[in-house]
């Protein structure tokens, strides 16, 4: 299947390894490189003129990542929970391009939480990608802000504090388009990819991406506990497992899967049931509460709609884009001069 | 150390018995009472006398209620530096006293003659208003009544100085942009007044208005929106801010050109975009200034300190912007409605590690106009976030200006490559010509060859990721050099040089104009020294010349740390032995006195001049 | 300017025939592949063989897969300071080649055998490990296989140095800490391997380990972990944090240490918040240090650029706190997982506006420790937030240590009044004492008279709000003098002063091992010099007094921006001239080769020492 | 009735002069002086230890005023949206002391945004007050985030994005008591702070508080257009006309008042009705876009449930201050660090 798309050129005369990065140096089986990969193959799918994209992050894991995809697109791996506000000058000043944008849990639901809102309130035109596995990669292993209350990791403790739901962030905040998915999950992960690049205003995903340093059943031969001798500090972890990618065959709307992690913990994928309205808001925040409920990770498009302006249509900006106007637009005449300084 | 009061007077004077458009005057009041129109009618009325003026608004930080000063300078000579008044118009109750012991003796006072407690002084000229029998028959309401009742002493100054009804009529339509609702309501207040002034009051005091012919070619214009409408002729595309005194009005400003001179088919050839913080302001302006728009945000202190990671970014992944930084009063909140030169040293290497940022400083109207383009032009050929230091003095207050000039060359938008230019194997931090300044791409660009990953963590010439110790060193260095390269992109300093002087003074920024005004006075005490006025950092040669070539130096800043003294003594080491400082900083504007106080012993001890405090003074 | 191979071997000794207990060895790996344990076991085998060694962690800014090197120094003399490895275990096929190239000829090279390509020297010896063989039998699942297949290295190379298999397995219990089945699973491959080495490997190189007795009252100790004992010890009662690489070691290992001994009842007598940012983590550090607590936070460069807004707060409304800056190379994101020293002219100037903030710089694990508790001396003493300035080397490297002395006197709280003690007519920022530290209340102190409100907006000695001229000005000197007065508060300079030295080097933190080393190494060809090494910023008398005494200064520091040198310049002009700065920063701990070729200019001309590069100097 | 107040002392023997502050500085009829006079009042009639509670602010007129009340209290007038930090180590050092806090809807809505929302997220024992303007006042009118969609404002022009609802931001982010109130109804704000300054958590009041100088009717001779000379600077508005406070009296649960605002624009204030129940997250969510479909704002109790730890729960901190702590349980004893240095 990869071998034929790699050398068979697509409507913008690429091939599948066109759209590559450079290699990956994340570990072996971290969620993130899933994402990357689909990520990779819907550029390519979609005949996406790499030059019409730009990639942006944060700092993390998850934010290394645009370097691994999309070689031939400019990027910008920003500052840490920074990246919202760079996308926001760099898709103003230039309103024909696109935004891809990867970010993590605590790029986003921590230091960043304030610029994800409101780039999300200003409906910024990009595509907002959380890679979210509640804890900080990186930094090695603390609590994001999306991890559960009362998960406990070997590092970090017990979490005494309640999850941010990144979906309801971004519905209370205006997002018109809002998703959840997993990344093991190719097949729908790719349709919101695509759904994503098409829309309008800031669409986000926020992605369920599992963590493989985030593994920690202690007595368990597998466990990270076992390699990791306990008095080398944590900065420098002595061992990664690596991991085969997860990966997930397609499942029926409405159907639960019960999915086994690296670590030997169980998550419950529900993908969104047929025949949910994805155009009410507030049945949208309900739906998450009543997943939360029961102990599910609901996935699908949440909540869909496209009447709000985007920023640019709020600034009223024209057809040229800023970065495009010619010397004698961007430079009144001696004569406009002139006539201002009449007036003082 | 003793430390003298803001309004301290100048030591008496020998009583003249005229002094024809030579003093300083100031009017109490309470903000949010509507006294601005009057006291800006005031200044313009004198200006359109012919007679340069300067008025510099001393006000609260806060919406309504507290003590405001407007004072107003004017002076055939063309001296516009913070001067001790000699008149004072006391309208508000809670300062009535402090304005009235302000004056010195021989001095004048003018009261809102319906306050209760009015303050005696037989040493000065006293004249009082009866504002609400001036006030009788206007037609209003209560509160606009209130707002009305400052034209009553606009009218009574006015005559009382000798500037004719006709000139103040005309200064107040100019006022109200000719919304002639607003003159109609205002005028007859002043009519009244000036005319009950004219009737009722003997003019027992030297100061007056006479005519003459000095700024028919000038404006009046505040800095901030000289910088807005230079910023608008450099091609600003793209501004993110967040509101903070001094700067808000600047950006305004840009708003208002903008709107008015950038408008295409209806659609603005601009964004505009209030941020949310200064974090998030400069991440903006750096997305905008890597995708290829000229940018800029302006902000002080705080907004300063909260860009500090970003600029680093900027600096290290080489974006240009331009940050205008009014400076008000600092540490931390500070005095925001003050002004001073205390964020030199913090702009000069903002962010944590090593960098350094150019930083220009406006001293005019004119410059803050100049630099307002020039800013953009160095800002992209050196591909670098640059600063503008102004302050709250030049930015808020209204100052004469000649006419600007027109940009006189193309905009510069540095090392730029596209489409087919972009040769095979670009490396984006390739320092291909030598001069430390690599070329860059810009994204949309077609060339796949030209495509780059921008980052603030280690990079190769080619802007790939790297840890190795010699890529480090090998950009690093580079940077460098390129800051060398950009001593010769900053506007030189300017320098009046005087044969044999041994004493050579550097300034920035607004004090100029206390400090020319002192040497102005020192010169006909035959006390001469050279003078430089840095226009930016980093330094070029010129700088280096001149303190090599007096004996001793003093470099007057407004701050406590002795901040450019401190970065010229690190930078020249060779000469810090006689780099000495003279800082100050309580939030006014420098006064001639006090520079006069301060340089005497510097130029020799046998000047010391007495009665005035000396700045707090390092090594 | 050329630029060294961070690993570049000193030039070729006299190849000798036996180097007991002095050598340097690398271990080449990827990271995530479990040779910490390894490379730790290894360090301890030596440290207990009573040879002082040091090991450095060259790792990269992921988890998993790239390539890292371990560097352990052996060294019978004493010596700690990184040196060029004679010796390389290749186990990373990615750098084989790399690593195997770093070697001088003589050296030795000690191959994973399995790996294809194996690098062919004929200069130097050569030893391969038939990994796969040594693993044949062991019972594991291929991943954790991939994990133990580190202990054969260890068992290779313990036996080539001469380490007995019990000291081996001695250090390896020491290592897990106890944990019986981690040595079980883990023992019995290190014990083939050196089996395996003993009966099949020829020792032809001259590199071995000796047993002495230079340890046995020693610890090894990471710089972070001493600094979180020191800070335990100081009482420390609050941490808020985020996370960054160097310093989450430091807060982790506070947080072991109090979880150990600060436990009350079964209830913590400390908090611990992981803040949202580090934005956050200065806050409630300054709400902390305000309310009355010991508070402290650790972060690096990034963090210190988001702290500066805070920072000025707590230097205006006077607040003690504590902030570790674990520096790592900026600017901007810079290499997170490299040393340096550049963010010291940052810290110490932090925040728009004036103000200074005392900076402390340890050198060792027991300074680490002492400044630990001495830091919170300073602070509430000074009221002001202290930085201490540490780095990766020291922080997250592994050193041998003296045992720490227990602080030797009370807590020093500062001027604290409680009740009763709080004066009628109390002003927060009164200089009562005439050293510009004004007395401080506590939230929830009965007393009335005590309340104040902080505020970073200009106040009076009341504390309350002040736009006034004159209590600008007095405050402000106040503060300037209360910086005198922290001149005395602070660790004083550690000085080795040589008579009739010409040079005197200045240096501070980590650089002063490689300093030391090069000094001893010169003083055998009678090139003698002085040193300071600072302890503390502000500087004190003594470091005026070391300048004066001698011709020539040399300021060496780890950064590209000469920032000590250039603080040194602008606080003492009259030595400005004779002090010259060597610096030097690619993100690796200096050698002694380095330091000797550095100075060799500053020393004698005919001392310059070839083959080395030269440091990036100013002036 | 304020006479006697003033001279009866209460529980805690202090005459309600003693819980005033500084004169105030903000604008006459501004309601953030509202707010200040109940807090005094109520802090009056609950016989409030002035030392047991710390006062806490960021920048801006709103937070400014906390000045203006209990000047008998300790007070941290902090940074532009950083007082939840502060307020987080102030009463985290010392857990005995309340926290009363006085925010704008600039401070904790823009720039405070990411740290309004993990102080509620920690469950931080403080009172949260957001004196809620819609404009920023400090900095002379412009949009805060919490200015509806379409507002027209005469400096400002069209704000073109949708209002921060700080409630609903309250309630996804975990806020255990969550309560809207009208400045000058000072009857329910009354009882609104006591049962706030009565809760174990974090207890956010959004208070609807205008503004005066945000009063733009341009043609009318009352307003603050006429006044203002169009050619100086904003920054330095030359007339803010001087207001009554506006205040109101009780109205009925479920009742709707039309407020008349000072610049002649109207708000309705819906009370909540009887009989709702303040323990469904959800349904809070929900009322709170039914109000804002209707175009009203619904005041009172909007959720309320005290079952999640507070912060100094989740520390675990025993009964003595942090603060309060003798040097012997602060510097653990000379054998502990031999026992330490032992295992290195
Ligand atoms: C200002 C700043 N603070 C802290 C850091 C250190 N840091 C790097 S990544 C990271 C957390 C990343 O977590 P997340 O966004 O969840 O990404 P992940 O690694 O889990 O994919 C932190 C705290 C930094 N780079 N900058
Ligand atoms: C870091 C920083 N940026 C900007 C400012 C300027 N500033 C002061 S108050 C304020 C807005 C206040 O608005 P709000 O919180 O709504 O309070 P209000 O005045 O409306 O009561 C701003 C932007 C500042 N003090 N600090
Ligand atoms: S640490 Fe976790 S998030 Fe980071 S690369 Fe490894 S698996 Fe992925
Ligand atoms: S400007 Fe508005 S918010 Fe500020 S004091 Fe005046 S009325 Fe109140
Ligand atoms: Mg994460
Ligand atoms: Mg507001």
Redesign the interface.
């Known amino acids: 299947m990869t071998r034929p798309a790699a050398l068979i050129p697509n409507a913008a005369g690429l091939t599948k390894s066109d759209y590559q990065g450079?290699p990956s140096?994340?570990?072996?089986g971290c969620g993130h490189n899933s994402v990357a990969n689909q990520i990779i193959q819907v550029a390519f799918e979609l005949g996406l003129?790499?030059?019409?994209l730009?990639?942006l992050s944060g700092?993390g894991?998850s934010s290394?990542s645009?370097?691994y995809f999309l070689?031939?697109?400019?990027?910008?791996?920003?500052?840490?929970?920074?990246m919202?506000?760079?996308?926001?000058?760099?898709?103003?000043?230039?309103h024909?391009?696109r935004g891809l944008a990867v970010s993590g849990d605590g790029d986003s639901g921590?230091?960043?939480?304030?610029?994800f809102?409101?780039v999300i309130?200003?409906n910024l035109r990009m595509v907002y990608l959380i890679e979210n596995n509640g804890v900080?990669?990186?930094?090695?292993g603390?609590?994001s802000?999306t991890a559960e209350d009362g998960l406990k990791l070997k590092y970090a403790g017990t979490n005494?504090?309640?999850p941010?739901?990144m979906c309801?962030?971004a519905l209370?905040?205006?997002a018109g388009f809002v998703a959840r998915a997993f990344a093991g999950d190719a097949k729908q992960l790719r349709e919101l990819l695509k759904a994503a690049l098409a829309y309008h205003g800031t669409a986000v995903i926020d992605i369920v991406s599992p963590c493989v340093?985030f593994n920690n059943d202690d007595d368990s031969?597998?466990s990270y506990a076992?390699?990791r001798?306990?008095?080398?500090?944590?900065?420098?972890?002595?061992?990664?497992?690596?991991r085969e990618d997860i990966t997930l065959d397609d499942h029926e709307p409405g159907e639960t899967r019960i999915i086994e992690l690296h670590d030997g913990s169980r998550i419950a994928l529900a993908k969104i049931e047929e025949g949910y309205d994805p155009s009410d808001?507030?049945a949208a925040?309900?739906r998450i509460?009543r997943a939360e409920a029961n102990g599910e990770v609901i996935t699908g498009l949440l909540y869909y709609e496209d009447a709000?302006?985007n920023?640019t249509d709020?600034?009223?900006?024209?057809d040229t884009?800023?970065?495009d106007?010619p010397?004698e637009?961007?430079?009144?005449s001696?004569e406009?001069?002139?006539r201002?300084?009449d007036r003082? | 150390m003793t430390v003298p009061h803001p309004d301290a007077a100048p030591p008496p004077s020998a009583g003249p018995t005229s002094r024809v458009s030579d003093f300083s005057l100031m009017v109490g009041t309470a903000n949010g009472t509507g006294s601005q129109t009057a006291n800006t009618t005031l200044l313009r009325a004198i200006f359109n006398m012919g007679v340069p003026v300067h008025g510099k608004n001393v006000f609260p930080s806060n919406i309504q209620g507290l003590p405001t000063w407007f004072h107003i300078r004017a002076s055939a000579e063309g001296w516009i530096a913070r001067q001790a008044p000699e008149i004072a118009v006391a309208f508000n109750p809670a300062t009535l006293h402090q304005d009235a012991e302000t004056i010195p003796p021989g001095g004048v006072l003018i009261l809102n003659g319906d306050l209760a407690g009015a303050p005696q002084r037989d040493d000065v000229t006293t004249y009082s208003i009866p504002v609400k029998e001036l006030m009788a028959d206007v037609e209003a309401t209560g509160k606009i009544k209130d707002y009305l009742a400052n034209m009553t002493y606009l009218g009574v100054v006015s005559q009382l100085l000798g500037i004719p009804l006709d000139v103040v009529r005309t200064a107040l339509e100019q006022q109200f942009g000719g919304r002639q609702k607003l003159v109609d309501a205002n005028y007859p207040v002043v009519e009244k007044a000036w005319q009950w002034s004219e009737a009722n009051l003997e003019k027992a005091d030297p100061y007056r208005i006479e005519r003459m012919d000095a700024t028919h070619d000038l404006m009046l214009i505040t800095g901030n929106d000289a910088a807005a409408l230079g910023s608008v002729f450099g091609g600003v595309t793209f501004v993110s801010w967040y509101p903070i005194t001094p700067s808000t009005s600047l950006v305004d400003a840009v708003k208002t050109h903008l709107s008015d001179l950038r408008v295409h088919d209806g659609k603005p050839d601009w964004s505009i975009i209030q941020a949310e913080d200064e974090l998030a302001a400069i991440g903006m302006l750096i997305g905008a200034g890597w995708a290829g728009a000229r940018a800029m945000t302006a902000t002080s202190g705080p907004g300063i300190s909260l860009m500090a990671e970003f600029t680093g970014l900027g600096y290290f992944a080489e974006v240009p912007a331009v940050i205008w930084d009014v400076q008000r009063v600092g540490p931390s909140t500070g005095l925001p409605t003050r002004t001073g030169q205390g964020d030199v040293s913090f702009a000069y290497t903002l962010g944590h590690g090593d960098g350094r940022h150019p930083v220009l400083f406006p001293s005019t109207a004119e410059e803050a106009f100049e630099f307002g383009w020039k800013a953009f032009d160095v800002a992209e050929q050196a591909q670098t976030p640059v600063f503008v230091l102004t302050d709250l003095d030049l930015g808020m207050n209204t100052w004469m200006s000649t006419r600007f000039d027109y940009p006189g060359e193309p905009m510069k938008r540095g090392k730029v490559l596209h489409g087919d230019d972009i040769p095979e194997g670009f490396g984006r931090y390739r320092d291909v010509d030598g001069d430390g300044i690599p070329y860059r791409t810009l994204p949309g660009d077609p060339n796949p060859e030209g495509a780059w990953f921008a980052r603030g963590t280690g990079h190769d010439e080619d802007a790939k990721y790297s840890e190795r110790a010699d890529d480090w060193i090998a950009n690093t260095t580079r940077l460098a050099k390129k800051f060398d390269t950009i001593r010769t992109l900053v506007p030189a300093p300017s320098i009046d040089q005087v044969d044999d002087a041994e004493l050579g003074v550097i300034c920035f920024g607004t004090t100029i104009h206390a400090i020319e005004e002192a040497r102005a006075h020192l010169a006909k005490q035959d006390a001469r020294f050279s003078l430089l006025r840095l226009r930016a950092l980093p330094i070029n040669d010129e700088v280096e010349r001149f303190i090599e070539q007096h004996d001793r130096i003093a470099v007057i800043e407004m701050n406590r740390d002795a901040q450019v003294a401190g970065i010229l003594r690190a930078e020249l080491p060779q000469y810090a032995a006689k780099i000495a400082s003279i800082a100050h900083l309580d939030g006014l504007p420098y006064t001639r006195d006090q520079i006069r106080a301060w340089l005497a012993p510097h130029l020799d001890p046998s000047l010391a001049y007495e009665g005035d405090p000396v700045a707090r003074e390092t090594a």
């Open positions: 450079a140096t994340l570990c072996k003129k790499p030059e019409d730009i990639k700092i894991c290394k645009p370097t070689g031939m697109s400019h990027g910008f791996n920003a500052l840490h929970g920074r919202p506000s760079v996308a926001t000058g760099a898709l103003t000043a230039n024909k391009l921590s230091i960043g939480l304030g610029q809102k409101h309130r200003r900080y990669g990186l930094t090695k603390q609590f802000p005494p504090f309640p941010v739901d309801a962030e209370i905040s205006g340093a031969q597998h076992y390699g001798a306990n008095e080398v500090p944590l900065e420098d972890i002595g061992w990664v497992p690596p808001r507030s925040l309900t509460g709000r302006p920023l709020s600034l009223g900006l024209g884009a800023l970065v106007l010397e637009r961007l430079r009144p001696r406009a001069l002139e201002v300084m003082h």
